[in-house]
């Protein structure tokens, strides 16, 4: 695995955003995205991503290594389609795919990704990249927060590929 590139995070569960908010996002802005998750070595999560957007299809493979609640060293490359398809032999059995729309909103020189998944209609998740743990950030306008879940493994999409939370709101 690749320890050069790191990734910084925030992810907070945020109330199911309303229509006008989604109506906003640009056609280029949304991406229909299926994950699975392969079998791996212990403390490396490894997964697959056909990702398609309004113009094309794009597949990725995707290792990373926790570095602590908000960081970790990513390695992520595009595949073809048919080493996207020899790849889902190796799935996880112990997971599902996720399946989700994503949606990006910029905001003050971030980008802030929503994912709208299938199994919730009163929620979703958004991330926020950073280029370090302190990094100050401006959160998006009519998006209501429920709490910060960047600690919280049960809203890890690995973790939503065993069990999803259903916790009242």
């Known amino acids: 695995m690749d320890v ?3 990734e910084i995070e925030k992810k907070f569960l945020i109330k199911y955003p309303d229509g006008e908010i989604l109506d906003a996002v640009p056609r280029e802005d949304r991406s229909y995205i299926k994950q699975t998750y392969l079998k791996s ?20 493979k995707t290792e990373k290594m926790r570095i602590s609640d908000m960081s970790c060293y990513e ?7 048919a080493e996207y398809a020899a790849e889902l032999k190796n799935a996880d059995p112990e997971r599902h795919p996720i399946e989700k729309e ?3 909103l910029r905001c003050e020189g971030h980008i802030f990704e929503i994912d709208l998944y299938p199994f919730w209609s009163d929620r979703a ?3 926020v990249e950073l280029l370090s743990e302190d990094e100050e950030y401006i959160l998006p306008d009519g998006i209501e927060i429920i709490r ?6 049960r809203y890890k999409n690995a973790r939503l590929a065993k069990e999803i939370p259903n916790e009242l709101l």
């Open 4 to 6: 050069q590139n790191k």
């Open 41 to 60: 070595e212990k403390g490396i999560t490894s997964r697959i991503r056909l990702r398609r957007y309004a113009d094309g299809v794009e597949y990725t």
């Open 75 to 81: 390695d992520e490359r595009v595949i073809s389609e």
């Open 102 to 104: 994503r949606l990006l």
């Open 125 to 127: 998740i958004m991330e």
């Open 148 to 153: 910060d879940v960047t600690g919280d493994k």
